[in-house]
């Protein structure tokens, strides 16, 4: 990140084409348009491009005083998908006699041309400006000679003749690129898709991109390009199957299918009276927490895997798997506040089609939601090295008004439910008590089931963590073992 050694010489220096000044602090708009453009880097200068706010034209300082929300609004253009690809910014902020300096440091883009809005914007000497057909083939011909992830790689072997032309001209270009550009765009095919990554005019044939999201047979060259959703009866791989669905084709084509299926036929919703004339209904699962989770295993996934995303239902949970782990700066430790991106075009692609609303929120959303229908907390799983897995609990409060509890349970299990119906106990306290060494022998059944939940959902390793008594398991206790 720049000095403020090196922001006095900036602020000198009123010739560079880097460096763009501006006193606003509201104008989302324009800050926006200038990241797009110094990303871009029209000019190869190959060096990040400077947006200096609390700064007039002539390099004197304005008096500015930065705010926080200055500072989170700054942030947010970085993952508010109104820029894309995503582009790569730093943002820090001096302070001087005459007042304060905001920089926004934006690196050039390997994955260019960029666009605002729809609209590829580049710096034209010191001012900017929207790129015409020419400029914007420059950008792509720059990109192409970058371009390192596997969905911006061409496909070998497939042809333009293998694409559903009618699914990108009719309704992914509209919501791409802005009404004004695509009534002046006057290029061939190619080229459009190209300008959006979907086609590599050196080899003249589909990136795998392409292939994925448009292809009329995608399978063909990626073997484990679908989902495979089965619905089971019991609680492991070994019970009787009571569904089987293969979610196959274009990737334009199997979002709206799943989204129809989550939302139709997975999601279970059962009415319970409140009073006299009201009623609540509850759900087995989150249907935009679901969703959520379904859409970011089809965006980082690895498509060069033959291995399709597994979407697996059993009587008490769902288990969603996707070939390929954490991918670049996301690790274990850090998941979910840093992401990278295995699949950028495809990425990018969900967010123009509607199927994510905001890069970077996403798990921390699901959380909310998932405590909040009563599911409890997801448990993401990084250990199986190659792929990705994370299990969502069905409702406890679906449970308790839709599926009775029956014996046989384990004697550790009931015994813990009688221990419980006295009050909140931590998992020593429990431990202590029964004289139960190990947690799969009594709280692992029991939440599971649907019996017992954290007191501290959200913060499932705090020391303060107690269980609790579902709905299920009092109506259980006072049906099968209170009054016997």
Same mark, same amino acid.
């Given at each position: 990140?720049?000095?403020k ?16 000044r ?31 706010? %609390? ?5 004197? @300082? ?8 200055l ?9 508010? %998908?109104?820029?894309l ?19 926004v ?12 809005? %729809? ?6 000497? !010191? ?30 072997g497939?042809?333009?003749?293998? @694409? ?15 009404? *004004? ?18 086609f ?43 569904n ?56 980082h ?10 979407f ?11 070939? %390929? ?26 967010k123009?089609?509607?199927?994510v ?10 959380? *909310? ?23 969502? !609990? ?91």
């Amino acid at each position: 990140m720049i000095t403020k050694i090196q922001l006095r010489e900036l602020l000198l220096n009123l010739e560079s084409d880097r460096v763009e000044r501006t006193v606003s602090t509201n104008n989302t708009q324009k800050f926006a348009i200038a990241i797009c453009a110094f990303a871009n880097d029209f000019s190869n200068h190959q060096q990040p491009g400077y947006l200096l706010i %609390g700064v007039d034209d002539n390099g004197q @300082l304005s008096g500015l005083n930065v705010t926080d929300d200055l500072l989170k609004n700054l942030g947010g253009l970085r993952s508010d %998908g109104l820029i894309l690809p995503q582009p790569q910014i730093s943002i820090c902020h001096f302070n001087f006699a005459e007042g304060d300096v905001v920089v926004v440091e934006v690196l050039p883009s390997s994955f260019p041309p960029l666009r605002y809005k %729809g609209q590829v914007w580049i710096r034209v000497g !010191p001012g900017k400006a929207v790129a015409n057909e020419a400029e914007e083939r420059i950008l792509i011909e720059k990109r192409v000679s970058s371009a390192t992830t596997f969905d911006t790689r061409p496909c070998l072997g497939a042809s333009l003749a293998d @694409l559903n032309l009618d699914i990108f001209t009719q309704y992914y270009l509209p919501k791409a690129i802005d009404a *004004e550009s695509l009534k002046n765009d006057h290029r061939d095919i190619r080229e459009q898709l190209a300008s959006l990554r979907f086609f590599d005019v050196r080899y003249n044939c589909p990136t795998h991109a392409g292939v994925i999201l448009f292809g009329k047979s995608p399978e063909f060259f990626l073997f484990g390009a679908y989902v495979q959703y089965v619905s089971f009866k019991g609680l492991t791989l070994g019970s009787e199957i009571n569904n089987e669905l293969k979610f196959s084709g274009d990737l334009f084509s199997i979002l709206l299918k799943l989204d129809t299926f989550i939302e139709t036929s997975l999601i279970k919703r059962h009415p319970v009276p409140v009073t006299v004339l009201r009623e609540e209904i509850v759900k087995n699962y989150s249907f935009w927490a679901i969703r959520e989770l379904m859409m970011n295993a089809i965006m980082h996934r690895d498509y060069e895997s033959n291995t399709p995303i597994r979407f697996y239902e059993y009587s008490n949970r769902i288990e969603l798997m996707n070939p %390929g782990n954490l991918y670049g700066n996301a690790r274990p430790e850090n998941f979910p506040n840093v992401n990278d991106y295995r699949n950028p075009v495809i990425a990018e692609a969900l967010k123009i089609l509607g199927y994510v609303n905001r890069f970077s929120r996403g798990v921390a959303r699901v959380k *909310e939601e998932l405590l909040e229908n009563g599911n409890g907390v997801a448990e993401f799983d990084f250990s199986k090295v190659t792929v990705f897995e994370v299990k969502v !609990p069905i409702s406890s409060h679906y449970l308790a008004f839709t599926d009775p509890v029956t014996d046989p349970f384990t004697d550790p299990v009931i015994q813990l439910l009688k221990l419980l119906a006295q009050g909140e106990l931590s998992s020593s306290e429990m431990r202590a008590r029964l004289g139960i060494k190990h947690r799969a022998n009594y709280i692992h059944p029991a939440i599971s089931l649907g019996l017992i939940v954290q007191t501290i959902p959200e913060k499932p390793n705090s020391r303060l963590q107690k269980y609790k008594l579902t709905e299920r398991a009092r109506k259980y206790l006072s049906e099968n073992v209170i009054k016997n």
